[in-house]
């Protein structure tokens, strides 16, 4: 199932929109604005260059559309300089970052969401996929009963959606005080991606 915003992207794909303020009136309800992570650097690839165009279809162009709490890498917290790119889609909003396989161990995204209520809520994060990502990504979630690391190959092809991948499912308490933080340490070699990370409430 593509997305109900895809027809739009699509015929917009080779302007050159990326990495500026946005507002788009794509119809179908399709209304949003985006402004690129203010601490990232810009993209290097043209509009429209990417690796595999079939993968376009997979695009989530408003993470608002997505079920659950949903922070794109626009609302990241970022250590060290990170990239964006469009150059390998599938990924949510308006490009992913990736650590330019530089600064190991020195570089980190923290995603921190303001979440409704107290309980159990599975993560989910997604990412583009080829063989030049890292296979060993560390991913620390902070929940309501400590801190787990889980280390993703990001070569593999997300599960859902060709897209998010479930990280497990977590106790947090209500508010601001759980976290997701994507890691490049003992990544030598390998591009690091950050992109959104998704909690999706259990009942």
Known sequence: MTSPCYNALASLIDMPRFFLPMLFSLGGGCVFSIEPHPDATPNTHAPGEVDIKANLKFIIPNPDTLPGIVLDETNAILK????????????????????????????????????????????????????????????????????????????????????????????????????????????EGKYVIADAVQFLPKH
């Open 80 to 187: 060290g300089t990170w990239q964006y790119s469009t150059h390998t889609p599938p990924y949510v909003g308006i490009g992913y970052l990736h650590d330019q396989k530089s600064d190991k161990g020195k570089k980190s995204a923290t995603f921190i969401p303001d979440l409704p209520r107290s309980g159990k809520y599975e993560v989910r994060l997604s990412h583009c996929y080829n063989s030049r990502r890292s296979t060993v990504t560390p991913v620390t979630i902070v929940h309501a009963n400590g801190k787990s690391i889980v280390r993703i190959n990001q070569q593999d092809v997300p599960k859902h959606g060709k897209l998010f991948r479930s990280l497990g499912t977590f106790e947090f308490k209500k508010g601001k005080n759980g976290s997701v933080i994507i890691s490049n340490e003992g990544t």
